[in-house]
């Protein structure tokens, strides 16, 4: 599917997670390969930046980074209800952000539920300073079981050292490409495919 520069699919990725987890740095890293290591707390983030998803397939990211504390409700709810992809964030040196990823997930579905959007979002969890690893608070195996929960890829990253930090950002940009172009294309061609073989069926019949 190639498109011109002006016509590129828009995908809006909210990026989720507790206060210092790095939710800031990963974007910073996607978005202009940038690392700072004085913590500035964010009000609100919005970047935005074409993304190759394969060779012959481009697409806009617009990537919203929230405030890991004390974001107004309202503001909380826009971004879930906009969001197409959510990355949900926790350091694993910060056991308390992986417990409250949890809460943010449930906060979330919850909200997607009540605006009727439970199907239409990707999510991915991602577990970031993974260079920070002598100082480890949850293993591994805890992103990757609470990932095949709820049902996601498990990604540990380190912004700092710029480890798996695009991968992140391709793997969510692709799968709500595909949700929102491909599948309902292969839906297409199932149908039609069931279409021609009910016809078939049909002429079959009155042969
Ligand atoms: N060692 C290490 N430090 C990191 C990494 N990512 C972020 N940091 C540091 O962690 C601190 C917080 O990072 P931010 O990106 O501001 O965290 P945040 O999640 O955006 O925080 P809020 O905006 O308050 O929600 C900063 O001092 C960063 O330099 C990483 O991968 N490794
Ligand atoms: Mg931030």
């Not at 989720?16 to 004085?38: C, P």
């Not at 009000?43 to 980074?65: P, R, Y």
């Not at 949900?88 to 992986?98: C, E, H, K, R, T």
């Not at 540990?156 to 309902?184: C, G, M, W, Y």
């Amino acid at each position: 599917m190639s498109r011109a520069p002006n016509a590129l699919p828009i995908h809006k990725i909210v990026v989720i997670g507790s206060g210092g987890v790095g939710k800031s740095a990963l974007t910073l890293r996607y978005m202009y390969d940038e690392f700072h290591d004085e913590y500035v707390p964010t009000k609100i983030g919005q970047f935005s930046k074409e993304a190759q998803l394969s060779s012959e397939e481009a697409c806009m990211i617009e990537i919203i980074d929230t405030a890991g504390e004390e974001e107004l409700k309202i503001r909380k709810q826009q971004n879930y209800a906009i969001s197409e992809g959510i990355i949900f964030v926790y350091a694993i040196n910060d056991i308390d952000s992986y417990h409250r990823v949890k809460e943010l997930y449930e906060d979330v579905m919850v909200a997607k539920t009540e605006i009727g959007q439970r199907e239409n979002f990707d999510i991915l969890l991602v577990g970031n300073k993974s260079d920070m690893g002598t100082n480890r608070q949850v293993l591994r195996v805890e992103g990757e079981h609470l990932a095949s929960k709820w049902g996601c890829e498990y990604i540990e990253t380190s912004a700092k050292l710029d480890e798996f930090v695009s991968n992140s950002f391709q793997l969510i940009l692709s799968k709500v490409h595909d949700r929102k172009f491909k599948v309902p294309e292969q839906k297409a061609k199932k149908k039609k495919k069931k279409n021609r073989n009910k016809k078939f069926k049909l002429n079959c019949f009155i042969v």
